[in-house]
T-cell receptor, first 112, second 115 residues
Framework: ELKVEQNPLFLSMQEGKNYTIYCNYS?????LYWYRQDPGKSLESLFV?????AVKQEGRLMASLDTKARLSTLHITAAVHDLSATYFC????????????FGTGTSLTVIP | DAGITQSPRHKVTETGTPVTLRCHQT?????MYWYRQDPGHGLRLIHY???????DKGEVSDGYSVSRSKTEDFLLTLESATSSQTSVYFC??????????????FGPGTRLTVL
């Protein structure tokens, strides 16, 4: 079965702290994507990870991919309130059609 | 902005009625997708298209049909809406599809309520 699991589902953290969101998936893939969604809004693409060991960084967010462990992480450094949102990872298990399987999302709240 | 619009943005309908949602893109991209988003499930793929008149089923296709008669439009139809189809529906496009493993860009969403 093709599954993508994220944890934690809910995360409340103080400004200035660091934390990591985990994305595990069930079957080999080297195509993993991270998105951000603000309440009532659409999804915004954050990172595209296409190989084992890939690391991408943008501001206070850094994403990495370990295809052997079937694990991606989204690390948040020195959180600020503007990072409050729901974060999704998505995996493309297929070689055709670019079909994404999404995790259930991590709802992040950064408290001043 | 990938030039994706969805219509309508909100719709309330009754069980048993047909409903069609429209996704329109302005950039001539080949790949288009329909997802539904429900609490606790993330986004799930309903159908996708890889060209005019070329479509295929996704993870949760039962109760839905699609059509793509023009590159720019991808229609999602609920032939007889049920309350379980109450959801937020997102359309997405992929700039180049398979070859470059591009990310997908999402439209603004349609909130559908089936009473």
């Amino acid at each position: 079965e093709l599954k993508v699991e994220q944890n934690p589902l809910f995360l409340s953290m103080q400004e200035g702290k660091n934390y990591t969101i985990y994305c595990n998936y069930s079957t080999t893939s080297d195509r993993l994507y991270w998105y951000r969604q603000d309440p009532g809004k659409s999804l915004e693409s954050l990172f595209v990870l296409l190989s084992n060991g890939a690391v991408k960084q943008e501001g206070r967010l850094m994403a990495s991919l370990d295809t052997k462990a079937r694990l991606s992480t989204l690390h948040i450094t020195a959180a600020v309130h503007d990072l409050s949102a729901t974060y999704f990872c998505a995996v493309d298990f297929t070689n055709t059609g670019n079909q994404f399987y999404f995790g259930t999302g991590t709802s992040l709240t950064v408290i001043p | 902005d990938a030039g994706i619009t969805q219509s309508p943005r909100h719709k309330v309908t009754e069980t048993g009625t047909p409903v069609t949602l429209r996704c329109h893109q302005t950039e001539n991209h080949r790949y288009m997708y329909w997802y539904r988003q429900d609490p606790g499930h993330g986004l799930r793929l309903i159908h996708y298209s890889y060209g005019v008149k070329d479509t295929d089923k996704g993870e949760v296709s039962d109760g839905y049909s699609v059509s793509r008669s023009k590159t720019e439009d991808f229609l999602l139809t609920l032939e007889s809406a049920t309350s379980s189809q109450t959801s937020v529906y997102f359309c997405a496009i992929s700039l180049t599809g398979l070859a470059n493993a591009d990310t997908q860009y999402f439209g603004p969403g349609t909130r559908l309520t089936v009473l």
